[in-house]
DNA sequence: TATTACGTACAGAATAAACTGTACGTAAAA
DNA sequence: TTTTACGTACAGTTTATTCTGTACGTAATA
């Protein structure tokens, strides 16, 4: 195996595990490969090598910055803006998958906590029993949140 | 707030939540209202309270139950198949998740080591000082997909 | 200052995904 | 056996996403 099919296979695998974050397949696809380059690359660069626009290459990198896995870098001479990838995997990812779930599962969890409330104080106004398993639905709704939410801060 | 709205509410947080897992919108507002409701359901009921065909319906139900998320259903005299959601949520949301995605990752990792393998095999062919960087990188990944592995099983 | 080169906004084209309605095989009901 | 009702395969349509090329504002160069 040439040394170039290698980094193919590596680009294809790395991306694919980049993917399940739910990253876009270029976007993925570009990540690595500025993971894999030793140095930062131009959008013409980056361009060619995915075979794709240069257009195409500043939306997917502005997607790459806003979720801190790309650095925008300067150097002396250079007019070109110059992007490289942030090296610390298992950090971005935590900061912009684990913890914005986090956050988002117990942003939801209160929703339902406060539409439970909401429901109880009515409770008067209608029949008991028609909500005897509807409310047992919500609590366990509820539960589930509660369980996601401990198990995502353990992630950190 | 009436209970309509209630329920509304609910649906529309519920699936926010279930999205986030991987499952389209229809398969996640399906899911979320079998769930809250307390019995087995048809194809037709579905599609009405949905507001989508009855095909579509037939499509979704059969993503959910190749992810263990609904169970079908029989009862006596009734002809129309019967679908319900499978109530124990951490546990298939486990199952179909977050065991899958930790299996993927070890896939992952294990393509990813047999990589280095290779490469450190044909080493001698070529200057050792090209890989220097380019190993370096492999091996974060490896390490990175290791970290995610234990991660994903401390979940459990 | 005039010119060149850069990144991106925007409109439209290509591609992919979701959805519908018809048509058909199959199993229950008559 | 004949008839009816069910779920789904499939083709085509609608909707959403991704991608490209042109055009323009802006900043670096001469």
Chains 1, 2 share one sequence.
Do not use: C
């Not at 060619?48 to 990198?61: L, R, V």
């Not at 914005?100 to 909401?118: F, G, P, T």
């Not at 409770?123 to 995502?152: C, V």
């Amino acid at each position: 195996m040439k040394e170039v099919e290698h980094t193919q296979q590596i680009m294809i695998q790395f991306s694919k595990t980049i993917e399940m974050f739910g990253l876009t397949p270029l976007e993925a696809r570009l990540y690595t490969y500025l993971f894999l380059s030793d140095k930062a690359l131009t959008l013409d660069e980056m361009g060619i090598a995915m075979g794709k626009s240069k257009t195409a290459m500043s939306t997917n990198i502005r997607s790459l910055l806003d979720l801190n896995l790309v650095t925008r870098v300067w150097r002396k001479g250079v007019r070109k803006d110059l992007y490289e990838a942030n090296s610390q995997l298992l950090k971005s990812f935590m900061n912009f998958y684990f913890k914005k779930r986090a956050d988002q599962i117990i942003q939801q969890k209160e929703a339902l906590e406060h539409m439970k409330e909401s429901i109880e104080e009515n409770k008067t106004a209608i029949e008991a029993d028609d909500f005897g398993k509807f409310t047992s639905q919500l609590e366990s709704m509820i539960d589930f949140h509660q369980e996601l939410e401990n198990r995502y801060k353990n992630m950190g």
